[in-house]
């Protein structure tokens, strides 16, 4: 049974162009979460989608986004890049009291 | 949500037992104090929940006082793969709400 599942592992991008970063919840989890860790930061909470729908958001600014599909599925769309989203983008799924974490997807903006 | 207070780094040897505390002052009454392990560039990993007294498992042991205002994490007879970063949270996370991080407390084990 694989875990949570994310796509890709690193990508490296240029300031002001957008990125999409994928997530597949663990088998059974229908919550997903999105996270952003800072290099020597705690992660810190980005936003939360439950039955398609954005249920929690952090404090973010609009150019982060995202999406949850019909399979629970989940996408993060960051739009307009700055040097300071390169982090960590961590993807964690859950369901009632089960929560477990992606490895996450290294993002580097140059 | 209550705030958190650990060590930033603590260094050890393998064989030994860590011991990691944690300060939460703030701590409602509905709450309960969880800990995570995390390794450089992975997902956080469940390690410990507990409420009050002590919680044991395989892996460790959470002590609470009856304060609640602080919290020890214990991991026995450590080897290098411990080394990790920990971090200690307290809220109300059994429904896969935002979990809040603080900065972890980094363990070097040596050998």
């Known amino acids: 049974d694989a875990g949570v599942t994310q796509s890709p592992t690193h990508l490296i991008k240029t300031r002001g162009q957008q990125v999409t970063l994928r997530c597949s919840p663990k088998?059974?989890?229908?919550?997903v979460s999105w996270y952003q860790q800072a290099l020597g930061q705690g992660p810190q909470f980005i936003f939360q989608?439950?039955?398609?729908?954005?249920?929690q958001r952090g404090n973010f600014p609009d150019r982060f986004s995202g999406h949850q599909f019909p399979n629970y599925s989940s996408e993060l769309n960051v739009n307009a890049l700055l040097l300071g989203d390169s982090a960590l983008y961590l993807c964690?799924?859950?369901?009632?009291?089960?929560?477990?974490f992606g490895p996450g997807t290294r993002l580097t903006v140059l | 949500l209550a705030k958190t207070t650990q060590p930033i780094s603590m260094d050890s040897y393998e064989g030994q037992e860590v011991n990691i505390t944690c300060s939460h002052n703030n701590i409602a009454t509905n709450d309960y104090i969880t800990w995570y392990q995390q390794f450089p560039s992975q997902g956080p990993r469940f390690i410990i929940q507990g409420y009050k007294t002590k919680v044991t498992n395989e892996v460790a042991s959470l002590f609470i006082p009856a304060d609640r205002k602080s919290s020890t994490l214990s991991l026995p007879r450590v080897s290098l793969s411990d080394t990790a970063v920990y971090y200690c949270l307290v809220g109300v996370y059994n429904q896969g709400g935002k979990l809040i991080f603080g900065q972890g407390t980094e363990l070097s084990v040596k050998p």
């Open positions: 088998s059974g989890h229908d919550t």
């Open positions: 964690a799924s859950s369901r009632e009291t089960s929560r477990d």
């Open positions: 989608y439950y039955e398609e729908e954005e249920r």
